[in-house]
């Protein structure tokens, strides 16, 4: 079955995504309550006892400045990774994302909290269309 994404730029009233084949749907007011619905619910995937337990492959990570600091004297140095070496010479934030295998994850260094949002709309939305939803954004009028 075709699935549709329809995506508005701009501040939004409410974001609608809807499950075709299952008939589920589920209403945000906003982009962030999107975000948080998702963490939640991968997040439950953690718990022993879930019927999914330990198959999640999503995940989205945010590092403060002083996260990262702690991180990069943590990490062995095979570990390192250019993004997290450049969040750390440069004192920024870091997010790491998965979008379906933890084996391919991305990490970006934060500059402003713009970034944060924008990375977080745009995983919510992936993570929506990975999992067979059609996202509807409704604009206040």
């Not at 004297?73 to 450049?86: F, G, I, M, W, Y």
Request: net charge neutral; with cysteine.
């Amino acid at each position: 079955m075709e699935r549709t994404i329809i995506y508005t730029e701009g501040l939004t009233k409410m974001m609608i995504i809807f499950h075709p084949a299952s008939g589920k749907m589920e209403i945000f007011k906003t982009e962030e309550a999107l975000f948080k619905y998702i963490i939640a619910t991968e997040n439950t995937k953690l718990l022993e006892g879930h019927t999914h337990f330990s198959q999640t492959d999503w995940s989205f990570l945010n590092f403060s400045k002083d996260d990262v600091q702690d991180l990069y004297h943590n990490v062995r140095t095979s570990a390192l990774t250019v993004p997290l070496k450049q969040a750390y010479e440069q004192e920024l934030g870091l997010v790491e994302m998965s979008t379906g295998n933890f084996k391919h994850s991305t990490q970006i260094p934060l500059k402003s909290a713009l970034d944060l949002k924008v990375l977080k709309k745009e995983w919510s939305i992936a993570y929506c269309k990975a999992h067979g939803y059609a996202v509807y954004v409704a604009r206040e009028l």
